[in-house]
């Protein structure tokens, strides 16, 4: 990837010359990177703005395209894209702005506001799956993904490795790779539907009354639950169980108006919370490989409500015990590193 300044230099004259003329390479803003890779840059033009997306990875950047180009034709709420180089690896698309989910969540002085703004997103969840699912097949860059069995042991691995051996230094216990198995083949037999993969608050923007969907390009085809569960059992924002119980009823009527209702809501149910599992240790992998590799140590912050999440599910689920005495042992471990430790950011041992 180019040197930043000519970066920008690039970016402005490439603007200039698809309607967004005037931008100042000085004046372009870097915006948060969270834990891509791509940089975003904000590009002010007149009155109005566009966002330049410059990816490192071509393939990453074509699975964007196509993706946002199937789901504009679903109907739902992405990106407008306004010019490509190919060659450069630069997009100018939408700019959808400051504000997205997690902000306006933690901004909200009532509760209620809170559960309006879940609401909002499940419909807009429920609806993404429902479009989207029977058209898979007419978008090139998704007709051979599925998020399947070895995909799940990838996360779990990842877990694994980054996790409790590195960021804990901790070995897994015997008997949990049986788990991980078990878990695994449990997900891998739901009916696989449109799956975002990282449908997090985050990644959903409020942009002029809407809710616009940011980072789909790994999209593919998996359980209805592994959203869900991204979304309600998110560690970036808290909800509490019974308001979790409630977003989930809406969630079912919001599939039911669509006409395709939940018929086992307890089994559902159920399969959430073993995605949940899935997705906080995800997270959790995530974070510890985020902070330590890629110097990204702000992502720290977020491992204690990850774990918090995954003891809540697995006092439901007892059917883990291995799983259960391995969350509880790296709890207490971190906890008593963060307590001898200087500040009350954990870090790895």
């Not at 959808?96 to 969840?125: F, I, K, W």
């Amino acid at each position: 990837m180019s040197d930043d300044r000519t970066l920008r230099e690039q970016i402005c004259s490439f603007a200039a010359a698809h309607g967004f003329a005037g931008a100042d390479p000085d004046d372009l803003r870097l915006l948060a990177l969270g834990g891509s890779d791509r940089r975003f840059y904000r590009v002010p033009a007149g009155n109005t703005t566009c966002v330049a997306m410059v990816s490192p990875d071509a393939d990453e950047q074509n699975a964007w395209l196509a993706i946002n180009r199937f789901l504009r034709s679903c109907a739902v709420s992405v990106p407008q894209v306004y010019a490509c180089d190919g060659s450069a690896r630069i997009l100018l698309v939408e700019d959808a702005g400051d504000e997205n989910l997690c902000r306006s969540l933690h901004a909200a002085s009532e509760r209620t506001t809170v559960l309006e703004l879940y609401q909002r997103a499940l419909t807009l969840l429920a609806e993404l799956q429902v479009r989207a699912t029977p058209r898979m097949q007419s978008c090139p860059c998704l007709r051979a993904r599925r998020f399947g069995y070895a995909a799940f042991r990838a996360e779990t691995d990842y877990f694994i490795r980054s996790f409790l051996r590195e960021y804990c230094r901790m070995e897994a216990p015997h008997g949990l790779d049986e788990e991980f198995h078990r878990l695994a083949q449990t997900l891998a037999a739901e009916p696989a539907v449109f799956m975002h993969r990282d449908f997090q608050s985050q990644n959903i923007h409020l942009a002029c009354g809407r809710m616009m969907v940011i980072d789909f390009q790994t999209a593919t085809a998996g359980p209805p639950h592994y959203d869900l569960a991204s979304l309600l059992k998110d560690a970036y924002f808290v909800l509490n169980p019974g308001e979790r119980d409630l977003l989930l009823r809406h969630y079912f009527s919001s599939r039911a108006a669509l006409g395709s209702p939940v018929h086992d809501t307890a089994a559902f149910i159920r399969t959430f919370h073993l995605c949940g599992l899935q997705r906080n240790m995800q997270a959790l992998a995530a974070f510890s490989f985020l902070g330590t590799y890629k110097k990204k140590t702000h992502f720290y912050a977020h491992i204690p409500t990850a774990l918090d999440c995954l003891k809540e599910a697995l006092s439901i689920l007892t059917d883990y015990p291995r799983l259960h005495a391995t969350i509880a042992a790296a709890h207490g471990n971190l906890s008593v590193e963060s307590h001898n430790s200087a500040g009350s950011m954990l870090r790895p041992i």
